[in-house]
């Protein structure tokens, strides 16, 4: 195995404030195998350096990006999910899996946002996207779209939002 850690784009003060254990996470890699090539994005803002990486490392067989905790204010060290959905066709993977999303609340939108996002995205670019529930094995000599689990969850927190505001108004 080869592992290549290609440029990537995020706030070096942010950076320099992680342990030397997390730093790690905000690189982006190059994992190549025998039989196959995964990139992964790590904590990244879009840039050119994307179809770079793709000219000079590519194709993969799964693209490993970053899709979650964004916004407008900061995309330029957090991709929105159309940058996200860029810098995969950027790379040339044959597969997308959305990381970075539904685990931290960073930013003001709902956990589940990034996955519905990217998810319509990927359908109106033919792309394949693979949104593994946390554990699940994913196989990458034949990646096939997953279905979306987040759903079920998404209407149990509509549910507990609905009822926070009735809470709420009563007071």
Same mark, same amino acid.
């Given at each position: 195995?080869?592992?290549?850690?290609?440029?990537?784009? *995020? #706030?070096?003060?942010?950076?320099?404030?992680?342990?030397?254990?997390?730093? *790690?996470?905000?690189?982006?890699?190059?994992?190549?195998?025998?039989?196959?090539?995964?990139?992964?994005?790590?904590?990244?803002?879009?840039?050119?350096?994307?179809?770079?990486?793709?000219?000079?490392?590519?194709?993969?067989?799964?693209?490993?990006?970053?899709?979650?905790?964004?916004?407008?204010?900061?995309?330029?060290? *957090?991709?929105?999910?159309?940058?996200? &959905?860029?810098?995969?066709?950027?790379?040339?993977?044959?597969?997308?899996?959305?990381?970075?999303?539904?685990?931290?609340? &960073?930013? &003001?939108?709902?956990?589940?946002?990034?996955?519905?996002?990217?998810?319509? &995205?990927?359908?109106?670019? #033919?792309?394949?996207?693979?949104?593994?529930?946390?554990?699940?094995?994913?196989?990458?000599?034949?990646?096939?779209?997953?279905?979306?689990?987040?759903?079920?969850?998404?209407?149990?927190?509509?549910?507990?939002?609905?009822?926070?505001?009735?809470?709420?108004?009563? *007071?």
């Amino acid at each position: 195995m080869v592992l290549i850690l290609p440029p990537h784009r *995020h #706030n070096i003060f942010l950076v320099a404030a992680y342990s030397i254990a997390t730093t *790690h996470c905000a690189v982006s890699w190059v994992i190549q195998g025998l039989r196959h090539k995964v990139f992964y994005s790590g904590d990244s803002g879009y840039f050119g350096g994307f179809k770079d990486i793709g000219e000079r490392y590519g194709p993969f067989d799964l693209s490993m990006i970053e899709t979650g905790a964004y916004n407008e204010l900061w995309s330029d060290i *957090h991709m929105l999910p159309e940058q996200s &959905l860029q810098a995969h066709i950027d790379v040339k993977a044959n597969a997308m899996m959305p990381i970075h999303n539904g685990t931290f609340d &960073l930013a &003001l939108h709902d956990w589940f946002e990034p996955f519905e996002r990217i998810s319509q &995205l990927a359908k109106q670019h #033919n792309v394949t996207l693979l949104t593994p529930q946390f554990g699940q094995a994913v196989m990458l000599a034949n990646p096939h779209a997953s279905d979306p689990w987040w759903r079920s969850m998404m209407a149990e927190n509509q549910n507990i939002d609905e009822l926070n505001k009735v809470v709420m108004n009563s *007071h």
